[in-house]
């Protein structure tokens, strides 16, 4: 089968010790995490992680069943790119003076669609929010310049269908 890559969602409490369980079940795989980001979610008091893996279809199955078996978690899904919406967020630090000596630098901002977030005597700071593919090429577009810093969040992403997860836990609140 070949591989894709998927997004897993994971909704759990925020508890110390299950990133470490969910992080063991993809080491015992041996499979690599293309990208990690967690926060809060649209429920209060319920935490969200997002995974993105490049695997096969069967074997993701598996591995969202393994994550719902932790203890902590409240549900897991899984999407293929084509059924999320998703962005990258990226911050470049630059030398100040290539901004004022450089036009060349100006031109790539303004045709990245950046935004200068922060300006000092000595740097200055560039926001690009887009795809990996955008804040990548934004990256080596500024290296010649003299990249001070270069640091990009994993990936954040919304499905396209409802995902259902406040009717699970309204039916679990109910229950108790």
Request: glycine residues 2%; proline residues 2%; hydrophobic residues 40%.
């Amino acid at each position: 089968m070949e591989k894709k890559t998927y997004t897993i969602s994971v909704y759990s409490e925020n508890n110390v010790g299950l990133l470490n369980r969910i992080s063991a079940i993809f080491l015992k795989r041996h499979i690599n995490l293309e990208s990690f980001s967690t926060s809060e979610s649209e429920i209060p008091n319920v935490f969200r992680f997002v995974i993105v893996i490049n695997i096969t279809p069967d074997k993701v199955h598996k591995i969202v069943q393994q994550i719902e078996k932790q203890i902590d978690v409240i549900k897991a899904y899984y999407h293929t790119d084509e059924e999320t919406i998703f962005q990258e967020n990226a911050l470049y630090k630059v030398k100040s003076s290539f901004l004022f000596e450089e036009r060349q630098i100006q031109n790539i901002i303004k045709a990245s669609h950046a935004t200068i977030v922060t300006v000092s005597p000595e740097f200055f700071v560039i926001e690009k929010t887009g795809f990996r593919e955008e804040t990548e090429q934004l990256r080596k577009d500024l290296s010649p310049f003299g990249l001070l810093q270069f640091v990009r969040s994993g990936r954040i992403s919304v499905t396209k269908a409802k995902m259902g997860i406040s009717e699970i836990l309204n039916t679990f609140k109910n229950n108790n």
